[in-house]
Structure formats: structure tokens, C-alpha cells
């Protein structure tokens, strides 16, 4: 595997998984922390204009046994409603956009 160094993504638009396009508006985000990895209980935060809440359910983690991160983005085009996630998994950290 080639090692990559250096910033990476710096200031390069999101892309619309479904149609393409650039214009993406921020919905939310939730962050998922458990008590301990791969435990069922831990803190999930929602950050949304609605509020802000936290719950200990770990229903949604991208992770299925550590922490996660999932920001929620609207298209202005195509109303498609994509994913930013990052994921971590043992000690890697995955990144994808669904
Ligand atoms: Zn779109």
C-alpha cells in the first residue's frame, strides 16, 4: 500500500454522490463515542438546527465496534440527502461519502 502524506480534500468541494453536482448544504452532524470499543452502550451527539441532543444508543455508528462520525449534506440540485462518514475500526480511521 502507498503511504500518502501531506493535507489531502484542502478546500476541494464535496461532491453529490447520487447526481454530481457541488452544491451540498450542510444539514447535521452525529458523533458516536462508545463507553468502550466494541460495547453496545456510549454517547451519541446530534448537532442539527433543530438542537442538539444526546442519547446512548449506538444505533447509526458507521463503526461497528468503535467510535464514528456521520455529517449530513442536502443537494441543491437533486434533493439527495449523502453522508460524509468516518469510521474507525481498530486502529485505522475509513472515510467515505454515500
Ligand atoms: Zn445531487
Known amino acids: ?24 448544504r450542510y444539514q447535521g452532524v452525529e458523533v458516536y463515542c462508545r463507553d468502550k470499543e466494541g460495547g ?6 446530534r448537532v442539527s438546527g433543530g438542537g442538539t ?17 456521520v455529517i449530513t449534506f ?3 440540485t437533486c434533493d439527495y440527502k449523502s453522508k460524509m462518514v ?5 486502529g485505522q480511521a475509513f472515510f467515505s461519502m454515500e
Not at 40 to 45: H, N
Not at 53 to 69: A, H, L, Q
Open 1 to 24: 500500500m502507498t503511504k500518502q502524506t501531506g493535507s489531502f480534500f484542502k478546500n476541494a468541494p464535496l461532491v453529490c454522490p447520487n447526481c454530481g453536482d457541488e452544491y451540498l
Open 40 to 45: 453496545d452502550l456510549g454517547s451519541m451527539t
Open 53 to 69: 441532543s444526546i442519547t446512548r444508543g449506538m444505533e447509526g455508528n458507521p463503526s461497528k465496534r468503535g467510535d464514528g462520525v
Open 74 to 76: 442536502a443537494c441543491e
Open 86 to 90: 468516518i469510521a474507525q475500526e481498530g
